[in-house]
């Protein structure tokens, strides 16, 4: 059962959402004395655990460097994969997409899972680290939905909500109280989401037959046997009549009727 390879890069594209989320906040710095705006920066968004970038600041904590290379950053990273089983469906139902007049593609319903991400607002000021936390918290009450085409073969979009848990709040100072090193605010969101199995092609189902036993299953049974077959109910081949060479030609979208036959064998 297991070994048929198939790719739909479902946690590659959440990641990608969730990052898309942050990817065009900015601050304004402003002259002290008259308010006026000295410059506008978009904030750097990166992958990868906040940690990382505090080691990087504490090998060069030279203040010299530019913000938009140093500070403020924001970091995040994905933490944790879980099933949730509040929201399990059958896992016998199918989705199906026409795909041609012979087949249709299927697939199984996807499985829930939780993402855990890990959003961090990396700064040298309290002022700048504000600006980036007002620019993000607004939107989750407290969750915010994101659309994603997560299988572009069966058309299958969904909205997917990203909802903040909760905030931390870390100050570290370097040597005096007059020496502030870095200030960081730690948001951590879930992400609720769908991992799918493989698309199959299946035939189309064109005819159904039904056998049936009739009167005392030892003495005097006799056999029912019921068909139906798809029945055109326009003139799909312009030849001015509508028979059984129009039926032929009926595709799954197309509007159509039924023949029913019962034979007693």
């Known amino acids: 059962m297991l070994g048929q390879y198939y790719y739909h890069e479902i946690i590659k594209k959440n990641v990608k959402a969730f990052g898309t989320l942050f990817n065009n906040i900015q601050i304004v710095k402003k002259d002290p004395q008259t308010g006026d705006v000295i410059r506008q920066e978009k904030v750097p968004l990166a992958y990868g655990p906040k940690s990382k970038f505090l080691a990087r600041l504490e090998q060069d904590p030279s203040t010299e460097r530019k913000v938009s290379i140093t500070m403020p950053r924001i970091s995040f990273e994905m933490t944790d994969i879980t ?8 896992p016998i139902q199918k989705y199906k997409l026409s795909d041609t007049g012979e087949s249709v ?3 199984y319903m996807p499985v829930p899972y939780n993402l ?16 980036i936390l007002e620019q993000i918290l607004p939107f989750f009450q407290p969750s915010f939905n994101v659309t994603i085409m997560l299988i572009p073969e069966m058309e299958e979009k969904k909205d997917l909500p990203v909802i903040l848990n909760g905030i931390s709040y870390e100050d570290d100072y370097e040597d005096d109280m007059m020496q502030r090193r870095s200030i960081t605010y730690t948001l951590d969101f879930t992400l609720k989401t769908y991992m799918y199995g493989p698309v199959s092609d299946a035939a ?17 049974r006799r056999f029912l046997k019921y068909e139906v077959t798809p029945e055109a109910i326009t003139d799909l081949n312009n030849d001015g009549v509508i028979d059984s060479t129009d039926d032929s030609l009926l595709m799954p979208d197309d509007d159509f009727g039924f023949n029913e036959g019962i034979t007693l064998l």
């Open 204 to 220: 189309i189902i064109k005819k159904a037959t039904v056998f049936e036993n009739l009167g005392d299953f030892n003495e005097h």
């Open 83 to 90: 099933y949730d089983s509040s929201r399990k469906t059958s």
């Open 116 to 131: 855990r991400f890990e959003l961090g607002i990396l700064s040298k000021t309290q002022d700048d680290a504000l600006q």
């Open 105 to 107: 593609k299927v697939q």
